[in-house]
């Protein structure tokens, strides 16, 4: 990971984006089922490498970890002004690594290296305006974890490009995920194919529509009372006050 245009910010605005980028990236991470604890991590100011274990965490990475992560960013983003934002690009790749004296040693270090410092990255961010990431997946990983279907990305999601950076030249795949793709601290609402038909006696909206805005009819509804503390992990809460 690398921040996009970190060198223009002045002291007070790199020092918030120390402060900021971990708690982003840690937060992803746990929405994403991902325990960053286990990751060696290598931090350098507006940028992180990170190196995680073998351990078949590769597609939810790619994936889950992702749109949580744009996720983070839409929202943190959008409490502050467009010279404030804190844009991102990535680049992942796999192949053994080793802990060396002074950091991390290997091919596949080199390799993640120049995929992120890619101009091709850099001018993928600047033409997205409104995206808060580019990523860039080497072609062995993208061809292990998306066009293997291993994550619900589509290949159709990814421009093949060619990555020539100092010594290095090979296949790269390249998106910028959109922001709508995961709502902030939300999970994805049901599509209308989904969604369950509306009760016959569901009470009429004053705009004319039946039942709650948004599209989603529930066919029962249940009533607890609860005190004390209650694991709500995929649960759905509705407020609602006595006069309705």
Known sequence: MDAQSYGSKNDRAQSETQHDLPRLLDGAARRAGLDRSEWQIQRKGDEQLAVLPMNGDEPRLVDDYFRHL????????????????????????????????????????????????????????????????????SDDVFRSTVAGGHT?????DFSRVTVKEKEYESAAWLTVPASSSLPPFADAPPTPADAPPARADAKAHPDGDAGPRGGYHAHQISVTNMSGPVDAHHAVFGFGNTDA
């Open 152 to 156: 619900t990305l589509r290949t159709s």
């Open 70 to 137: 744009v996720s983070e960013l839409s929202h943190y983003n959008g409490q502050r002004t467009a010279a404030a934002r804190l844009r991102l690009r990535a680049a992942v790749h796999h192949g053994p690594v080793e802990l060396a004296d002074n950091g991390f040693a290997g091919t596949a270090v080199v390799v993640t290296a120049r995929l992120l410092n890619s101009r091709l990255l850099y001018d993928a961010l600047d033409a997205h305006g409104t995206a808060d990431l580019a990523l860039m997946l």
